[in-house]
């Protein structure tokens, strides 16, 4: 496997710096774009990056605006939304792929990550890995999910409403999440739909989604609910719970390899 090139650019968002890392090699033939969960830092993703890159792809990884690395941090005065991220960050990240190559982009979107990769891809040519998530929309839950959910949104806005911005990581539901980024993501539980974000289209582009079994942050039915939003999606389920203990919904982070050889299948 060839050596990659290593570099770094820096974007902004709303005047403030983004670091971005690009590992490149003239070989390679595909553009991934990383796009992590609520509140996890990209750092987190380390071992998935270096195995994507072994695999054969250019990866391009941010952490979101006041997240990880970038400053300054999520606060009652730097605020965000879904649109600005769908406007003005993952733009920015596209087009340094389009600086790579002329390929078409791969968004690979863990949990909130699968959410803006499906609605950006309604608009926007790019193929999408979604992996561990989903439409929170109550009608993709079973009763004890619509429960767990009304009760996190409750506590997510009444926190928001005292601090201007979510202390995600108190009640360990992210870390420091912007205020409209995550009303947002609440008025999906009661509508179902993202209108309140983007008008909603249909992608006729490649969808990837990979289903955690025992995800309770992210079950078959709510994937299934996201993944409406293409014409012909991919669907596979994973049982890693014999050798990844813990919460499913992000522990194949640590141990990546059963995920890439799925997307080895299907993005050549």
């Not at 920015?92 to 968004?107: E, K």
């Not at 209108?195 to 079950?219: E, T, V």
């Not at 012909?232 to 990546?256: M, R, V």
Request: with cysteine; charged share 15%.
């Amino acid at each position: 496997m060839p050596q990659d090139t290593f570099l770094q650019q820096t974007l902004h968002f709303m005047q403030t710096p983004i670091t971005v890392d690009i590992y490149y090699h003239a070989s390679k033939h595909r553009n991934i774009i990383v796009l992590p969960a609520l509140g996890v830092a990209i750092q987190k993703y380390t071992t998935l990056i270096q195995q994507l890159r072994l695999a054969g792809y250019n990866l391009i990884v941010a952490d979101y605006p006041g997240c990880g690395r970038n400053q300054p941090r999520v606060s009652a005065t730097f605020d965000y939304g879904y649109a600005d991220l769908l406007g003005y960050f993952i733009p920015q990240l596209i087009r340094i792929s389009q600086d790579l190559n002329d390929s078409t982009p791969i968004i690979l979107g863990h949990s909130l990550g699968g959410h803006l990769a499906t609605l950006y891809a309604q608009n926007h040519p790019v193929d999408v890995i979604g992996i561990a998530t989903g439409n929170i929309g109550l009608k993709y839950w079973d009763f004890k999910g619509k429960l767990n959910i009304l009760t996190a949104a409750s506590v997510i806005n009444m926190m928001i409403h005292k601090d201007g911005y979510l202390a995600g990581y108190k009640i360990g539901f992210g870390d420091r999440e912007a205020k409209t980024l995550m009303r947002d993501w609440s008025k999906v539980i009661f509508t179902n739909r993202y209108a309140h974000i983007q008008q909603a289209g249909m992608s006729s582009h490649k969808a990837l989604f990979i289903h955690m079994q025992q995800d309770d942050f992210a079950p078959l039915s709510s994937m299934r609910g996201l993944c409406q939003y293409f014409q012909c999606p991919e669907i596979q389920s994973l049982d890693l719970t014999a050798q990844l203990k813990g919460n499913q919904h992000s522990a194949w982070i640590k141990q990546p390899h059963a995920v890439i050889q799925l997307i080895q299948k299907s993005f050549t």
